[in-house]
């Protein structure tokens, strides 16, 4: 059971965190009252001219949707708004499945906004959804913006589907930001129901939806039985996947999927056959914890991805992060005949997963449900670290990366595989056609196959038991990658600096020299490192500039400084005891003699 006075809270925009925490870090109450306004501000910099509206806890439906006179309802607000306005629904806990009536138009979207630090949750414990139903749904409607919200406890048993946020049909040009999902779960027992919690749905033949941006979102502690909780399926194209984190479900984390028949008048004799996932960038997530052993709809079998392609095709997947999650990921298809095509999986990081870091190709060697292929995908520049974490028997069957059945024109180049002792590097089944191998770099084990490998010695990680993944100067993987162009490498490492920065490409998903100036998404600096992040109890901190210990300064998301004691202190390391915390997002600044930094964390 999901408790909603135990959702963590909306921290601001990262981007922003490293200027405020430096101009206000020493008056936590101005720092919040900025930080709220000038976010709010950001957030409509094209609406401001247009109608801002509020709902409110108290407020009443006869009003006029003035801050003084706020609307009780969030249906009510968007019946009555249009292109260019915005509805702000204030703090509250809201009973209601909120759907959209009327669309927006280019430069001017209908904003559905919540506050910043303290977003209005849509409570669904006393509602239930009818066939497929969202707490938010979006249907048949375009340029639509839903930002900052916490959507939670929306569940059944019976064979309707419980969606989070639901985008259906012939919808377009629309943003989900920064909202908080927890609890969207089925409760039933059986394989063929299921819930999402967010649900991307092209349904019609004669429009995609396309343009749209999922960023920011946070989903946690969702049972969505034989359902993904994140899902793009049908007639879906020309979309972004950014930034978001996924954990601790029951089920596949994200899915881009092709040929469910999503979309029924897809079909090569009615017109193009689009009734798939494609044309999209799925970049930056943080995927951890999604495990089916105890979920019904699989008898105790562990086979949920992290990220997961069954069908989708012309996807770069870039440097997102899959750990402690049943298989890292999985390029298939489920559809006898049909193919998962042209799919890029580059600079990620993957490490301690259950069974697989990597698995390609159909799961059936034959005609049945998972016997599509995998054809034409390049899987390049990765780092996977020991993904054969279960010790239980009837798992104890692959390796770090599998080939199933039906690879084709596959291409595997320039990845770490770092396998625990006994373990297997790389397990082929088959039959397979036309895959390759190239500039591998193989340690730990010397199990299974290992196909390609120009290195079998330590990869020389600058902390690789904490997941710090960065080369060291001696490593035999600088220089060492094979040459690829650059819509196939990027132009980018994990880090975000440039991919090419010696005599050729490195192995991996960093590239050397770690860089010590350009900050991270969250205002951080790679010349620090902190780990596990999310963390239970013990966070580590390690520091790779010279000088003094930095002087440490520990904020929640609402801006307000906290006490701690190191527990141990290193030349340049230092452990912090945080067991008591709660659960949520920090901030950790550091202070020394040529400026701060701040870094993001997640008390798990």
Same mark, same amino acid.
């Given at each position: 059971? $999901?408790?909603? =006075? ?24 101005? @720092? ?9 501000? $950001? ?30 309802? @969030? ?51 006393? *509602?239930?959804? $009818?066939?497929? +139903? ?44 920064? !909202? ?33 941006? *999922? ?9 969505? *039985?034989? &359902?993904?909780?994140?899902?793009? /399926?049908?007639? $879906? ?11 601790? !479900? ?5 899915? #881009?999927?092709?040929?469910?028949? +999503? !979309? ?38 562990? =086979? ?29 298809? +489920? ?11 580059? /600079? ?51 390796? +770090? ?36 191998? &190239? ?42 990658? @094979?040459? *690829? ?43 620090? /490192?902190?780990?596990? =992040? ?46 008591? #915390? ?23």
């Amino acid at each position: 059971m $999901v408790q909603c =006075n135990s959702l963590p809270k909306r921290c601001p925009s990262s981007d922003f965190f490293p200027y405020f925490f430096s101009k206000f870090s020493k008056n936590p109450p101005t @720092m919040k009252f900025f930080c709220c306004c000038f976010l709010l501000l $950001v957030s409509l910099p094209s609406f401001l001219s247009a109608g801002f509206f509020h709902v409110a806890m108290g407020g009443d439906d006869q009003n006029n949707g003035s801050a003084g006179t706020p609307w009780a309802t @969030m249906n009510h607000a968007l019946s009555q708004v249009g292109p260019g306005d915005t509805v702000y629904v204030e703090t509250g806990i809201y009973s209601e499945k909120v759907s959209f009536s009327s669309s927006g138009t280019a430069g001017n979207p209908i904003v559905l906004l919540g506050d910043t630090v303290s977003p209005a949750l849509i409570d669904g414990n006393a *509602l239930s959804p $009818v066939g497929r +139903e969202g707490l938010i749904s979006i249907v048949n409607h375009s340029y639509i913006h839903v930002v900052n919200f916490e959507l939670a406890n929306f569940r059944t048993s019976t064979t309707d589907t419980p969606v989070g946020i639901l985008v259906e049909g012939n919808s377009h040009d629309i943003q989900i930001r920064d !909202c908080i999902l927890m609890g969207i779960d089925h409760t039933g027992t059986t394989n063929d129901r299921g819930a999402n919690a967010i649900g991307i749905y092209g349904t019609d033949a004669n429009g995609a939806i396309y343009n749209l941006l *999922l960023q920011g979102n946070e989903i946690s502690q969702c049972s969505t *039985l034989a &359902s993904e909780v994140v899902t793009l /399926n049908g007639n $879906v194209r020309n979309f972004e996947v950014v930034s978001n984190r996924v954990h601790d !479900c029951t089920n596949i984390g994200m899915d #881009f999927i092709g040929w469910e028949g +999503e !979309c029924s008048g897809c079909t090569a004799t009615s017109g193009p056959n689009v009734d798939r996932a494609r044309n999209g960038i799925v970049r930056d997530n943080l995927i951890f914890n999604i495990d089916t052993k105890d979920n019904p709809a699989y008898g105790g079998e562990r =086979n949920a991805a992290g990220l997961y392609v069954d069908g989708g095709a012309d996807i770069i997947f870039d440097r997102n992060i899959v750990h402690t999650s049943n298989i890292g990921v999985e390029l298939a298809s +489920e559809t006898f005949g049909r193919a998962t095509e042209r799919i890029v999986v580059r /600079n990620h990081l993957i490490y301690n997963n259950h069974l697989i870091g990597i698995s390609t190709g159909g799961y059936d060697p034959g005609t049945g449900p998972g016997g599509g292929s995998a054809e034409q995908c390049w899987v390049v520049q990765n780092t996977l670290y020991q993904n054969h974490s279960s010790t239980r028997p009837q798992d104890d069957f692959d390796g +770090e990366i599998r080939l199933q059945y039906r690879n084709v024109d596959m291409m595997f180049a320039n990845n770490i595989v770092v396998a625990d002792t006994n373990r297997p590097r790389v397990v082929i089944d088959g039959p397979n056609q036309a895959f390759s191998f &190239s500039n591998m770099a193989y340690w730990g084990s010397s199990d299974g196959q290992a196909p390609g490998a120009v290195v079998t010695s330590d990869p020389e990680f600058v902390n690789g038991p904490f997941y710090f993944f960065a080369l060291q100067p001696s490593s035999l993987c600088i220089d060492g990658g @094979m040459a *690829l162009p650059d819509s196939i490498a990027g132009t980018e490492d994990y880090a975000g600096d440039p991919r090419l920065l010696g005599n050729g490409l490195d192995i991996g998903a960093y590239e050397y020299p770690l860089p010590l100036s350009r900050p991270l998404p969250d205002g951080a600096d790679y010349s620090v /490192n902190l780990f596990p =992040n999310p963390t239970a109890d013990i966070l580590h901190l390690q520091w790779f500039f010279p000088g003094p210990a930095p002087k440490l300064s520990l904020f929640n998301s609402t801006g307000q400084q906290l006490s701690f004691s190191p527990l141990k202190t290193g030349p340049q390391s230092l452990e912090i005891d945080v067991s008591k #915390f709660p659960a949520g997002i920090y901030w950790i600044r550091m202070e020394g003699k040529d400026g701060g930094i701040v870094r993001r964390w997640v008390k798990g």
